[in-house]
């Protein structure tokens, strides 16, 4: 058995997931009940290694989980200083037909994506972070004129201004505001850190799976993948997403004698899955916006 196989065990429970080595250097973890469900995928040459693959592969882990084992597993390893990935991050089984893109939802609520979060950059995160921000506190409508116009496909304005009419009487006449009515709704003189920070809050932790969702949350997905595209049609966040880099610390270049699992880690084998994996040209305020938002 291969040292990264016997590290990498102390994190994956063997009674549920099962770690091997295709070929020297690359580890795979899938799980026992399916072993074409992968959950995560490594390939190491010498100080470098790279992350193939990371999926929230079964309720007994999340994604979150799986990128704190990869920071052990290089802690517990040693001698390597650079880990690299590509940020293709989506959440499956929320829509069907769509993957909800995670980048989009966690820059417009935070100003950095999920990966960023955890350590990962790429080249130009300094820029990134300066010109991301700056999205944050722009009125929510101006900015989805802002990216039509930035858009590679632009609608005219009568039809944009029925598309978000439409988005927001789909968010706020769903089950997840009558459930509550202690929510508060979506509005259109809310800023964009408001709005993205209540939609994370809902596709993370509330919105239901595919395997419970009726019209009404096909409707939700149809407005939800509307305003996603339109976001990422536009380029409007800078984001290169191609080349993530971990620069390791360098308090993780000593091998450690044993491999502890971490509580939390732990408890994933007895805990079920909880759902918790600017503008180029400067658009002024027009007379339809003040209009229809009374902005």
């Not at 040292?3 to 770690?19: C, S």
């Not at 790429?122 to 722009?138: D, F, R, W």
């Not at 505001?177 to 596709?203: A, C, D, G």
Request: glycine share 4%; charged share 20%; aromatic share 12%.
């Amino acid at each position: 058995m291969s040292d990264n196989i016997t590290i990498l065990q102390q994190y994956f429970n063997p009674l549920h997931f099962n770690v091997y080595e295709p070929y020297s250097g690359n580890v795979v973890v899938s799980t026992l009940e399916n072993p074409d469900n992968q959950c995560l995928e490594l390939n190491i040459h010498g100080n470098h290694m790279k992350v193939e693959y990371v999926s929230k592969c079964s309720y007994r882990i999340t994604g979150s989980q799986i990128l704190s084992i990869i920071q052990k597993f290089v802690k517990d390893k040693g001698g390597i200083t650079m880990v690299e990935l590509q940020d293709t991050s989506k959440l499956p089984n929320l829509c069907k037909r769509y993957d909800i893109p995670l980048y989009i939802i966690y820059i417009l609520s935070t100003g950095k994506s999920w990966y960023n979060s955890y350590g990962y950059k790429s080249v130009n995160y300094a820029n990134e972070i300066k010109h991301n921000k700056k999205l944050l506190p722009m009125n929510i409508v101006e900015f989805m004129i802002a990216c039509n116009t930035n858009s590679h496909h632009p609608v005219d304005e009568t039809e944009l201004f029925e598309m978000i009419e439409l988005f927001y009487n789909v968010m706020n006449e769903h089950q997840y505001y009558k459930n509550n009515k202690q929510r508060t709704k979506l509005h259109p003189q809310m800023s964009v850190k408001e709005t993205f920070t209540r939609l994370k809050k809902y596709v993370l932790k509330d919105m239901p799976e595919i395997t419970e969702v009726g019209f009404e949350t096909n409707e939700y997905c149809d407005a939800l993948k509307w305003l996603m595209e339109l976001i990422h049609r536009s380029d409007i966040i800078l984001y290169n997403s191609a080349r993530l880099v971990w620069t390791v610390p360098r308090s993780f270049s000593g091998r450690k004698s044993s491999h502890k699992i971490a509580s939390s880690v732990r408890r994933t084998y007895s805990s079920k899955y909880n759902k918790s994996n600017v503008s180029r040209n400067n658009v002024s305020r027009n007379n339809r916006l003040k209009k229809h938002y009374s902005i």
